[in-house]
């Protein structure tokens, strides 16, 4: 062990979440509707599997772009050697203006100032290797995606002191919350170098308000500070109120050209969830500051996008006609899949957060808790992976502030699927009711694994509680 390096054998990149437990989980017992009936049905898992037959029949008509072709001419050895860490400008154009599409055409972007990575993950972490030093801190709202641990803190080096945000406003940002996790981060001496956000908000399934940019912009303004808005759920929105960009209300908000809080706003994108190809490993960051694209296009040598895929994607994104539609169509599908689940749950007596994009709701199961605290949120999270036969994410991983928000998403499934999760959930809340806290069924193998799992229950509750301990 001693030879292995800190970064290796440290705790910081939040591996053994719950979050990413309940997916190994899922791995040993996965549910097939033939093979495995009685299996684990995934919800943890914000993956758009929706509109796959709109892509599918695109690259059916243009077979040139998957196939390395330009008008008819194969460009195969062109891009095998493509390698320039720019990117292909067509790819960077296309992206752009796809970017523009999905904010209503209400703000521009100039492919000169986009630097692509290997997805989003690749993009938070290198501008957090841009914007950081090791030990600096970045304030999140909570609950925040549980990737970040990982993405933001583990190579960086860089610390995130949580803004709290509660149930009793909908979770929303608010001046004292942002205010207090600043005065925190000065408590514990980390410097604070900015806020980051997620817009729509992974697992909120919320855009936030003109309001809640505005009071981030004036905050970042205020203490010379850098703002992120990870904006990878954009083209998800299906419901009003509709998207906003933090580059909108910067733009509305008439600072001068010359002024640096231009600078200090830097969006995050990737084609993962809007265009369901997290495979394809597609994000980018776009930045105003010179200093920050020249620095991440050298770093993205680290985690380029293939050429080929960038050859595919630019042919697809620039096809106006296709996009528009593709767009208008997978939200329309994410909308009804949304309110499957909703109504779905409220069968069952429990609510989500009103919610208007992304491919997950947050749930409210407060009241099926055996007591107001992380423990039993932790209890009610295993009775739901093993007894109901769902892996759902426990707002603890998400460090949310109050016990009993779960995370469930809904759009990496079939509608059959979706519709038996909810018969079982239905089922585990009435027999909880009647006070019969049986197993509900039990996968043949599973027996087998019980004294494996009782250990690792106990572990899971054991560091997701340690977390909780550690972040208060
Ligand atoms: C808010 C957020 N940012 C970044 C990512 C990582 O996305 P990518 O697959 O593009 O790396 C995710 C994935 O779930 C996410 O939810």
Redesign the pocket.
């Known amino acids: 062990m001693e030879l292995l390096s800190e970064k290796v054998t440290c705790n910081s990149h939040g591996q053994d979440s719950s979050y990413f437990l309940g997916w190994e989980e899922y791995e040993k017992n996965p549910y097939d509707e033939v093979k495995n009936p009685n299996g684990m049905i995934q919800m943890g898992l ?1 993956e758009n599997q929706l509109s796959f037959d709109q892509l599918e029949t695109w690259l059916a008509q243009n077979p040139d772009a998957a196939a390395m072709r330009k008008d008819g001419e194969s460009i195969f050895r062109q891009l095998a050697l493509f390698q320039d860490y720019h990117g292909l400008p067509s790819f960077k154009n296309a992206l752009v203006q796809f970017m523009s599409e999905i904010r209503g055409n209400k703000v521009t972007f100039d492919s000169n100032k986009l630097v692509l990575t290997a ?4 993009a ?1 972490e290198t501008l957090m290797f841009c914007l950081a030093d090791r030990g600096d801190a970045f304030l999140l709202p909570t609950p925040y ?1 549980p ?1 970040f641990d990982r993405d933001l803190k583990w190579r960086t080096g860089a610390e995130i002191v949580p803004i709290q945000c509660w149930s009793s406003n909908g979770f929303r940002i608010t001046e004292s919350a942002i205010e207090e996790a600043y005065q925190e981060a000065q408590k514990r001496n980390l410097k604070v170098k900015g806020v980051l956000v ?1 817009n729509p908000s ?1 697992p909120l399934g919320t855009t936030l308000t003109r309001q809640e940019l505005n009071l981030l912009l004036t905050f970042i303004d205020e203490k010379r500070i850098h703002l992120i808005s ?1 904006e ?1 759920y954009s083209g998800t929105v299906f419901d009003s109120p509709g998207f906003v960009s933090a580059m909108e209300v910067l733009t509305e908000r008439g600072y001068a050209k010359t002024d640096d809080v231009w600078n200090r706003v830097h969006i995050v994108y ?1 084609l ?1 969830k809007d265009l369901g190809l ?1 495979g394809f490993r597609v ?1 980018a960051i776009y930045s105003n500051d010179q200093t920050v694209v020249a620095a991440a296009t050298k770093m993205s040598s680290f985690g380029l996008v293939s050429s080929q895929t960038q050859y595919l994607l630019s042919a697809m994104l620039s096809d106006k006609k296709f996009t528009k539609k593709y767009v208008a169509k997978n939200q329309k599908r994410l909308k009804k899949r949304h309110d499957m689940l909703v109504n779905g749950l409220g069968g069952a007596g429990i609510r989500c957060l009103e919610s208007n994009a992304g491919l997950f709701c947050w749930v409210d199961m407060r009241h099926l808790l055996s007591s107001n605290t992380f423990e039993a949120e932790m209890e009610l999270w295993k009775k739901i992976v093993y007894q109901v036969g769902l892996n759902i994410s426990p707002g603890s991983s998400c460090h949310c502030t109050e016990p009993g928000w779960f995370r469930a998403c809904f759009a990496n499934m079939s509608e059959d699927t979706l519709n038996l999760a909810m018969q079982r959930i239905k089922a585990f809340v009435v027999k909880s009711n009647s006070g019969d806290h049986g197993i509900l069924h039990s996968p043949k193998h599973h027996s087998t694994k019980n004294s494996k799992r009782k250990g690792f229950s106990k572990w899971v509750f054991r560091l997701s509680f340690n977390d909780r301990q550690r972040e208060r």
């Open positions: 914000a997805g989003a993950t690749s938070n995606y990737g997620t992974n990870d990878i990737s993962s997290p994000g």
